[in-house]
């Protein structure tokens, strides 16, 4: 285990955040260390997720409401951590599993290629946990742009398909793939314009590419990626930008579409007991009823 010093000299607030953060990297340390000496086709979310371990959870906790009083500089600390750890200090580096980079003949580097792999993923586990919570704070102390597009830039990464990949990190690969959706998801809470560009970008991008079964997988696993985006109900204005947002759509792929529209429109369902004389609300429902009416009636469209 490293050894972490903190300059007694420092004022009071910076020591308490240098300590806090100290401490998290011991026990994320820790946590690395145990999920690598477990069998590989064991879920990081065993391990790992929230409840496993009462003090983790603490110690997330109590950064979260440090955050209140100094988000842009712990998100600093939090993303040198994560590079130092995952070895991407180059702002180049793509994601990518480690073990599609060998040839299938390569079998004596494999093994360590899915462990390495694993470390990897516990890495971006506890760096979702911590960012999940920490980002909650927004609304009470901004952050700079750049560090909301870094947030963006990583998580939309994780969203892209992985084509041909398969092995016994193939689980953990959608487990972490969702967290950074969950990341998303509070990040648009406050951040809905920064995240919508950047997913309309996204979209445009694959829509550009020759239609292949691979764009088309391509694009769900984006659109996948927004499962924790919901209505805003307030302002109006954001509730316009939220049916604009939804209106981006392909008949290639209705389903995914359609189970994350169910997920979107949750609170909207919960909130409206009358009706709402919104036009983009009812411009929406209208070129949305008579095509899910039609996919609701065909049992190949029914789960």
Not at 42 to 58: N, V, Y
Not at 156 to 161: A, I, N, V
Not at 271 to 286: G, I, Q, S, T, Y
Request: one cysteine or more; proline letters at 5%.
């Amino acid at each position: 285990m490293s050894s972490i010093t903190i300059d007694p000299e420092l004022k009071p607030g910076e020591f308490v955040i240098k300590s806090l953060f100290a401490e998290f990297a011991v026990l994320a340390e820790k946590k690395i260390d145990m999920v690598m000496a477990e069998p590989l086709e064991k879920p990081l979310s065993r391990s790992l997720q929230r409840g496993e371990d009462a003090q983790f959870d603490q110690l997330i906790s109590s950064m979260s409401s440090i955050a209140e009083h100094c988000l842009p500089s712990l998100l600093r600390t939090l993303f040198d951590w994560y590079r130092r750890q995952s070895g991407t200090e180059d702002e180049s580096y793509e994601y990518r599993p480690r073990s599609s980079t060998k040839s299938k003949g390569d079998e004596l580097h494999r093994d360590k290629d899915f462990l390495l792999e694993r470390r990897d993923l516990a890495i971006d586990f506890i760096f979702c946990l911590v960012s999940v919570e920490v980002l909650k704070q927004i609304p009470l102390h901004p952050v700079p742009d750049v560090l909301v597009h870094e947030v963006l830039h990583l998580a939309f990464k994780h969203f892209k398909h992985k084509e041909g990949y398969c092995g016994p990190n193939t689980g953990n690969v959608h487990i972490i793939a969702d967290l950074y959706a969950e990341v998303i998801g509070i990040l648009t809470q406050s951040k809905f314009q920064a995240v919508r560009k950047k997913f309309i970008t996204e979209l445009k991008e694959l829509r550009q590419k020759e239609q292949s079964p691979y764009v088309v997988q391509s694009i769900i696993s984006l659109i996948m990626g927004m499962k924790f985006f919901r209505v805003k109900m307030y302002p109006v204005e954001e509730f316009e930008a939220s049916f604009q947002f939804m209106q981006v759509k392909d008949k290639d792929i209705k389903h995914a579409l359609a189970g994350l529209f169910v997920e979107i429109l949750i609170p909207v369902a919960a909130a409206v007991k009358n009706e709402v004389n919104v036009p983009c609300l009812k411009n929406f429902v209208e070129m949305l009823y008579q095509t899910t009416f039609d996919l609701s009636s065909r049992k190949k469209h029914s789960l």
